[in-house]
């Protein structure tokens, strides 16, 4: 146990885990004096203040600052200063959503305490978290049920886990989790999977991308995620346009079902390499516009499913 961690990232679930986590290995002898500070209502001086005594109780303090970046003047240089030299009896969590690494605060701490990043998971290492939260909840799962699972999930290892606890209170005790048990448990009541945009789009069939892209925004599913799940299909296809691309094991950017992968030489005949290359990029504009709040939904989906069947031809 280290009696200063900060965590980088905006992953609520992933936040929660390693918090979590720490207070059960705390709880090991007696449960520690918890406090949670968030940056809306706080006062740093007496925070700080109080980081320097021990627990009111004699026992261990658990002390999570939630986006303290508002913390300035001298309690900001005294919360610098126990980071360094952190009272053995307390354990602080540090805990800034924000990744910016031209942030002065966070230039500072990372120089003090080694950032751990809880940032949503690249794509590929989406099915590696859903084996552990089974794990943890002692389920197993089909491929195809785990498969269905990636295709819900979009980024969001919160996502996944809210799906699993869904599946766990409806599923008999001792079950293996099927495809229509997500499905059922998870309030999958649509017509097209997120995948069948990917294919409509690897396709160059653009009437179908909106129908699909269309119907699936109005059965809920974020437009981010649809985005991610397109950008891994392009970044492959434009991989498999460089010298020796299509030689190599496929899929290598992340994760795609065994549908797309099959089909992987069917789309990448339909584009050029110019093509691919500007799509890829195009995907990562979205991927920003998402991101800042330039963009969502049909205003942003329809223009980008334009470019990617005819903008290019």
Known sequence: MEPVYFLNGNDYFLQSLFVDEVMAALTKDEAPEKSYFSAESVDYTAVVT???????????????????????????????????????????????????????????????VPPISTSPPFPDKMANWIEFLLKKNDLSATKAARELLLELSGDSVYHIANEIEKIKIGLSEGSEIEESHVADFCGWER????????DAAGSKDFHKSILIGKSLLHHGVDVASM???????????????????????????????????????????????NELEQIVKALGEADRNIKTGKGSGETLLVPLLHRIAVGYA
């Open 50 to 112: 109080d980081l320097f005594s021990g627990s009111l109780f004699g026992g261990k303090k658990l002390v999570v600052l939630h986006n303290p970046t508002r913390m300035s003047g001298k309690t900001k240089d005294d919360f610098f200063d126990y980071c360094r030299q952190p009272n053995s009896d307390n354990s602080l969590i540090v805990i800034l959503d924000k990744v910016d690494r031209r942030s002065a605060f966070t230039k500072n701490l990372s120089q003090i």
């Open 227 to 273: 985005v991610t799940q397109l950008a891994t299909l392009f970044q492959e296809l434009y991989l498999m346009s460089l010298p020796d691309g299509q030689e190599s094991d496929l899929p290598r950017t992340g994760w795609l079902n065994q549908i797309l992968t099959r089909k992987l030489p069917t789309y990448f005949n339909n584009f050029s390499q």
């Open 191 to 198: 017509e097209y999977f997120p995948w069948h945009l990917s």
